[in-house]
Nanobody, 125 residues
């Protein structure tokens, strides 16, 4: 069983940057991919980016390209999400997730087996 704990959320102003971190513990040898998703009130959970446990092959959603960067540290079992030029529409609960699937081409919520509790990001205008 993999346990994921997110940190780094908070209240920021539009244009600010924020870095989210996620630390995995437990069965860390069992996952192959780590990812970030977000969910705004009344909306579906949205994929942002995913990366292999070794920190390779990042895949981004179109909405994240150019402003968000995902990075991983296999030795520390962590995955970070650097978010720049934040907008009010980025306000959401941000979730870390882990997948045991060996190859991911088009990331989907259903492909991820473990989820963190989420961290709130609020961007004021």
């Amino acid at each position: 069983q993999v346990r994921l704990v997110e940190s780094g959320g908070g209240l920021v102003q539009a244009g600010d940057s924020l870095r989210l971190s996620c630390t995995a513990s437990g069965g860390t040898a069992s996952y192959n991919w780590l990812a970030w998703f977000r969910q705004a009130p009344g909306k579906d959970r949205e994929f942002l980016g995913t990366i292999t446990r070794t920190g390779d092959n990042p895949i981004y959603a179109d909405s994240a390209k150019g402003r968000f960067t995902i990075s991983g540290d296999n030795a520390k079992n962590t995955v970070d999400l650097q978010m720049n030029k934040l907008k009010p529409e980025d306000t959401a609960v941000y979730y870390c997730a882990a997948s045991t699937i060996s190859t991911i081409m088009i990331p989907r919520v259903s492909q991820y087996d473990y989820w963190g509790q989420g961290t709130q990001v609020t961007v004021s205008s």
